[in-house]
């Protein structure tokens, strides 16, 4: 959900400034290409694969054994785990896994969109 805000924010006209002259008059479909050319998209990368390889920690603990599932990183901190009954808890998961792949699907259907009709927001 936070990504199409971006997507979107981008084509209204956000920056971040100082903006490189590279980078003047991107919209969010063709900033990709120019992204990856100039370098940026590179640090991004790095900095993802860092993210990846200390969590591999976390992996290597639940595979021997330690009780923790998958993508649980036992982050809540406005306690919506709290009082929960073990059905509650698998409900909840299931409704953020739904959730996820719906915004997942959305996402890739504004991109298409923008690719396609080659304007911005609202991509009609």
């Keep these: 959900m936070l990504a199409y805000v971006g997507f979107a924010a981008v084509d209204m006209g956000a920056r971040i ?25 590179g640090q991004i990368f790095l900095w993802c694969s860092v993210l990846e390889v200390v969590s591999t920690m976390g992996v290597m603990q639940m595979m021997g054994g330690s009780g923790r599932k998958p993508g649980d990183f036992g982050f809540d901190p406005l306690g919506f785990k709290n009082n929960k009954t073990p059905e509650q808890l698998e409900e909840m998961e299931l409704k953020e896994l739904t959730n996820g792949r719906l915004a997942m699907m959305a996402f890739s259907g504004i991109v298409t969109q923008s690719v396609l009709t080659q304007g911005g927001f609202p991509y009609v």
Excluded: F, I
């Design 17 to 41: 400034y100082p903006l490189p002259e590279a980078y003047e008059g991107l919209t969010a479909a063709t900033a990709h290409d120019t992204l990856v050319s100039t370098g940026a998209m």
